[in-house]
């Protein structure tokens, strides 16, 4: 696919009175991205995205499709769903959907859209008659009736089913399939870690960590292993890039701080192990781990 830099961020900084909340960030998001923006609350990540939408005013130098934030150009191929967005007395799902469209020149026919989301019952509905799942829904419509070529999701699963938030996972993996770029920032993350390819971790106003999950994995290398075996446990301990051996439920559970060389040391153990699993940390694991280090720095 064409690459093409979508946003250039260089040293972008943004305060409230007295209280600094991005402090220095810099990065670059190409097309056809899928980009986590994950951390704590607190960190920094709505105001990041209120920064790209044009809604606060950053230092720093920021483009975004190559123009300022919140410009025309800007705003005319990016599509949002904000956190508490919709709250809008009066407006039904159809009036609000059919106004946006009017805003965009090449924008998706709200009737089909609900269709195709299986939400034309909800057409007539006021906004302020949804359950807080059917608003979130409603949001996606409305990121997506202008046909973007860049997503910001704030949280986009809040409140949606299982069977809701699969299909949307879904479909953020089926738009990126068709190139469109999409910046998701969610605590959900499970579901965060089987579709995005990038994690951008914030932590206090800055980037702690930009990169895949295998990289992130690397950085801090620590993979379990457990089996059954009648073997004494004190045969582990020594093999290479063992930290430690604990007895569980499941069997002996060993954490190595590198795989490979453990799994070369246990190789002629092979016949004397049973029900072997090896388990890589988690996204969720991983991303408490980067924290507590970089927070003791
Ligand atoms: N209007 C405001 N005035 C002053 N401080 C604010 C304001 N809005 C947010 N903040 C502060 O800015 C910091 C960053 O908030 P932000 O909403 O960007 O965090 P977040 O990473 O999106 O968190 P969450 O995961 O809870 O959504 C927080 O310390 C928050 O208290």
């Known amino acids: ?45 709505t105001t990041l995205l209120n920064l790209l939408l044009g809604l606060l005013p950053a230092q720093g130098q920021l483009t975004i499709f190559g123009a300022a934030p919140g410009s025309r150009q800007a705003k005319a191929q990016l599509g949002i769903m904000r956190q508490g967005d919709l709250v809008l007395p009066g407006v039904t799902v159809l009036d609000l959907l059919t106004d946006l469209a009017a805003y965009y020149p090449q924008a998706l026919a709200p009737a089909t859209l609900l269709a195709e989301a299986g939400l034309t019952d909800l057409a007539h509905r006021r906004l302020t008659q949804l359950s807080g799942g059917q608003l979130r829904r409603v949001s996606l419509l409305t990121a ?40 998701i920032t969610s605590h959900d993350l499970t579901a965060l870690q089987a579709v995005a390819q990038r994690f951008l971790i914030m932590q206090a106003g800055r980037f702690v960590f930009d990169g895949s999950l295998a990289q992130l994995q690397a950085a801090q290398p620590r993979t379990e292993i457990t089996f059954q075996t009648d073997l004494p446990a004190g045969q582990f301990a020594q093999l290479a890039g063992v930290q430690t051996v604990q007895a569980t439920t499941n069997g002996l ?45």
């Open 1 to 45: 696919m064409f690459m093409t830099t979508l946003i250039q961020a260089t040293e972008l900084q943004f305060a409230y009175p007295k209280h600094p909340v991005l402090k220095g960030i810099d990065f670059t998001v190409q097309t056809g991205e899928l980009i986590g923006l994950i951390g704590a609350n607190g960190a920094g990540k």
């Open 144 to 183: 997506l009736v202008g046909r973007p070529r860049l997503l910001l999701l704030d949280e986009p699963t809040v409140g949606m089913d299982v069977m809701v938030q699969a299909a949307f996972w879904q479909q953020m993996r089926a738009l990126q399939a068709r190139g469109i770029t999409i910046i």
């Open 253 to 297: 559970q060993l954490i190595s701080s590198d795989e490979t060389a453990t799994l070369q040391a246990l190789a002629p153990h092979l016949n004397a192990l049973r029900q072997v699993t090896i388990t890589h940390d988690s996204l969720a694991t991983m991303l408490t781990q980067l924290t507590q280090t970089e927070a003791s720095k």
